[in-house]
């Protein structure tokens, strides 16, 4: 069931960022102060974590987010799925929700920003799997050698 997070996902949603092994120690840190930020309500109000929970777990979670001065262009800043429920469907749940609730919202555009590293071949798999395309490369970004990604796709409104 893919609901919208509540503080009470604070504890899961750190197990699942630190499970997932895409995040460095810092980069664990700053996700919590992310997190921490959203659900004491320091962000604007166009800033949405949900989570997908079978029986009570938690077994996947989305962040996206509007960008800030641009007309109805938003950036999946997250989404992640435990390790041993993986390929079996909870992303693209996560990921058509997102899709659909921006859609309703006639919202035209969602972004979502990887790594180039060899680790995230995956992650970059899944987003052209689901119909985005590769639209920028920052080379060097992240650090020396690791470029930032960005994918696109246009959302068409239902």
Known sequence: MIRPATPNDMSALMNLADATGMFEGNELEGLEGMVSAYFEGHL?????????EIEGELQGAAYYAAETMTYGVW?????GVLPSRQRQGIGEALLN?????????????????????S???????????HGYDEEARIRDFYKSGEDKIVFRKALTPR
Do not use: G, M, P
Not at 75 to 79: A, D, G, P
Not at 121 to 128: G, L, M, T, V
């Open 44 to 52: 604007d109000d166009d800033h949405f974590w949900i989570v997908d």
């Open 75 to 79: 950036n999946l800043y997250f989404i």
């Open 97 to 117: 929700h997102v899709e659909q609730v921006l859609q309703e919202r006639n919202e035209r555009l969602l972004l979502i920003e990887t790594s180039s590293l």
């Open 119 to 129: 680790e995230f071949e995956n992650a970059r798999c899944f987003y052209r799997k």
